[in-house]
């Protein structure tokens, strides 16, 4: 019947499929795109920002140009010129020398993760995480059937002294972690950089513990004040899995990410990849190649700094102006989000739909944790809405709290 939720497959699923349940953030999509309803829920970028007219003629030319091959089947690791070009991108953010050779084109930074997944984790191996962390990296991981334990954070990042008791506590437990997967950089979503000096102390910390590094960096490109500490792969290439993505700095509508692996590890990523998608679209990379080659796309990522800047800086001062007290908030230097965390009482998860009756959408921390704690966080977005909005958002949000404080 249609329009039910019953589900009649349920003893035939696969085992990693039992534990998959909605994401919060999709389920969440529907209401928060009603224009009535100021969203800080999301994570896009402010597409709109991007020389609209010139990219559409910039793909009329690549139809032109390479109709043919764009539209061919391609090599599983995808083409060369793009490659060469991810080296260059790398190359800005400190990553000096990689070979395009060690370089897998994904479809998005999510299929890398995935990948990365596939390719180490056994149903039952533990992952650590930052906590909270990103949503859909906790949905590869379940999928995976892995165990997440996360690492606690605070305003420089990952905290080393953690991170070692979480090590230490799985091998207690008789477990074995696989790696520490990691955002170290304007971190989705508590919105904090891991600081220059731990860098290098979790790098030692996982490598005297035998752990891989999985280190996404989305964001890392997209700074405010001055440029981000070099990624943790700019300082170490054994056991740092170095994955990034287009869909910050670019199109995610175009799904082109990548991994940068150590050279015997990217075969394998390349034939699991295979086994996925065969190849990632031919016509995404040939855009993507060109946007880089003939576009000036490094000037675009200061429009985008720019705007992320003054919203980031309206969405602060909001927040100073309107919040009820006890509520506290992270301050990025770079990046989409803000992470809060609410007075006392307060449950995030509880007043969504107060929320959403009053016009305003975030994303309850629930959703970053895989353990269920997060009740007294949110995630707050700061890339898509106009500074305006923003500040709306935030009126009908703390009238929303002061309500809920007065139950
Ligand atoms: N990692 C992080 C930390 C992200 O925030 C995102 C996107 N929100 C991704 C990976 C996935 O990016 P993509 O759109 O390229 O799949």
Known sequence: MTGTTQDDYTDRYARRVRGMTTSEIRALFAVTSRPEVVSLAGGSPYIAALPLDAVGEMLNRLGAEQGASSLQYGIGQGTIELRERICEVMSLSG????SPDDVVVTVGGQQALDLLARLFLDPGDVVLAEGPTYVGALGVFQAAQAQVQHVAMDAEGLIPAALEEAIAATAAAGRRAKFLYTIPTFQNPAGVTLSEERREQVLDICERAGLLVIEDDPYGMLSFESDAPRPLRARRRDGVFYVS????????????????APHAVREKLVMMSEANVLCPSAFAQGAV??????????????????????????????????????????????????WATLPEGLDSKAMM?????????????TGFYADGTGRSNMRLNFSFSSPERLREGVRRLSGVMEKELEM
């Open 289 to 338: 190649t060109q946007y880089l080659t003939t576009m000036p796309w490094q000037q675009q990522i200061k429009v985008y700094r720019e705007i992320y800047r003054e919203r980031r800086d309206t969405l602060l001062d909001a927040l100073d102006d309107l919040m009820p007290e006890g509520t506290t908030w992270t301050r990025p230097a770079g990046g989409l989000f803000v």
């Open 353 to 365: 739909p107060r929320a959403i009756a009053a016009r305003v959408a975030y994303v309850p921390g």
């Open 95 to 98: 990553i000096t020398g990689a």
């Open 245 to 260: 993505t287009f869909s910050k700095t670019f199109a995610p509508g175009l799904r082109v990410g990548w991994i940068l």
